[in-house]
């Protein structure tokens, strides 16, 4: 509706449409904010900055009134509806129909929704129910029970933001290039891999989106300060930002343990101490990759073996009433996926360089080996894995039967040089 959304701050109104998808058109200028809050940063960034107070804002949704009613009046409404569909702990009760909303896809014309998106995925949200893991619920902690340790290596399920009754606070786009390099780098050994995920932060839409992971290839510790010199060097030359990391749990779930939760709540504070205005903050998130994980709870089935290697991103929520082991609860994030064009040089680059450092690693994958001693080989295994994080000049058409010449040859071409690569044996 024209001018159904108001914003009065500091003894300046300011007028805005909502739009059918959820978004605000500010009136005048016809810009389009994803939420109330990157609307009421942008208002706010037009006051003169001698009149501004930086410390006493208030919540945008507190403040932004719909048709004379303030959004948080609606928000609660909601959010009792929506109370409906959960049990208590956060439990999802109606399997993916609970699941979190994709979020409005931008410039459709390029971003490809693959087999599931990570928070939307009923696997994910199931494999906490393994007994062969120690993968526990959050609401389970006692919060306040300061002689209540938990081990590091524990596991703790993600949240979906829609279960705590919290809309996810911004967007994100990973392209398939980022994923292919992650997944070709967590199948080389049979330990943890560990990386840097970077891209660009658009604070008007609220949107993350990740262009570039920057795997670590640090022969020991000592090496450690040089390698994230030049990973740090690497972004100012490409215009990027430092925008989250990722890691592996090579045959476990791709849930966070403690100690990956400590360590993304110290990424997420150190990102928003170097930031001289809270509003010039960008999210970081973690990513975890588990590429040799196989869910056993279905006796063994040969066909439940599943080849793909499974995904989540989340984000930390502090908790504050957890005193000296102030942990924050592990949300599950919701993202988009683009899949790009074509396979960069910097990315083959990037393997071939990958490739020859492990080759050399006492736990390297022998890609001739039979997988979990399946019928099916490592590499065969790898293969699957990354033929759904390939380049759209690599995928079949679906409007096609059978793809073209030029289009067998690149891809057979493609996998002729991985094969070089891993040494494998034809």
């Known amino acids: 509706m024209d001018g159904s959304l108001t914003y009065e701050i500091l003894g300046a109104k300011f007028f805005g449409d909502l739009l059918a998808n959820g978004f605000i058109r500010m009136s005048g200028t016809n810009q389009v904010f994803a939420n109330p809050s990157s609307w009421a940063n942008y208002c706010r960034s ?61 410039g459709s014309d ?36 300061k ?44 330990t943890e891999v560990n990386g840097y995920l970077a891209g660009l932060w658009d604070p008007r839409t609220q949107h993350l989106t990740i262009t570039q992971a920057f795997p670590l290839r640090c022969k020991s510790s000592k090496e450690f300060d040089s390698c994230t010199l030049k990973i740090k060097q690497n972004l100012v030359q ?17 849930h966070p343990s403690i100690a990956d939760i400590k360590r993304q709540l110290k990424y997420q504070k150190q990102m928003l101490a170097t930031k001289k205005d809270v509003r010039d903050y960008s999210p970081c998130v973690g990513l975890i990759c588990s590429p040799f994980y196989s869910n056993n709870n279905n006796n063994n089935n040969n066909d439940d073996i599943k080849l793909t290697t499974l995904f ?29 064009a074509f396979l960069t040089q910097d990315l083959l680059v990037e393997m071939r360089v990958l490739a020859a450092h492990f080759a ?16 099916t080989s490592y590499w ?17 058409q679906q409007s096609q039967a059978v793809q073209n010449d030029i289009q067998q040859q690149a891809l057979m071409h493609f996998w002729s040089f991985l094969k070089n690569l891993l040494l494998i044996s034809t």
């Open 238 to 254: 490409k215009g990027l930002i430092l925008v989250g990391w990722y890691h592996s749990h090579p045959r476990t779930a791709p």
């Open 380 to 396: 065969n295994k790898l293969q699957e894995s990354l033929k759904t994080k390939l380049p759209r000049d690599l995928v079949e």
């Open 312 to 340: 989540q991103m989340f984000w930390v929520m502090p908790i504050f009433t957890m005193g000296n082991r102030n942990i924050g609860r592990p949300m599950q994030i919701s993202y988009q996926i683009a899949r790009d």
């Open 147 to 190: 002689d209540f340790n938990l081990d590091d290596r524990t596991k703790i399920a993600c949240v979906p933001f829609n279960s705590v009754f919290c809309l996810q606070p911004f967007l994100v786009t990973i392209s398939t290039n980022v994923l292919l390099l992650i997944d070709f780098h967590s199948h080389l050994i049979s």
């Open 46 to 106: 037009t006051i003169p900055s001698t009149s501004k107070d930086h410390k006493n804002y208030g919540s945008a949704w507190s403040i932004i009134r719909y048709l004379g009613k303030r959004l948080d009046s609606y928000k609660l409404r909601w959010y009792r509806k929506q109370k409906k569909q959960f049990t208590l702990g956060g439990t999802i009760i109606n399997g993916q129909n609970c699941s979190v909303n994709t979020p409005t896809v931008i």
């Open 360 to 375: 050399v690693h006492q736990k390297f994958i022998k890609f001739n080996d039979t997988y979990n001693g399946e019928s």
């Open 110 to 145: 390029r971003l490809y929704k693959l087999d599931k998106i990570s928070a939307g995925d009923p696997e994910i949200s199931i494999l906490e129910n393994n007994p062969n893991e120690n993968i526990i619920n959050f609401n389970s902690i006692d919060l306040n029970n």
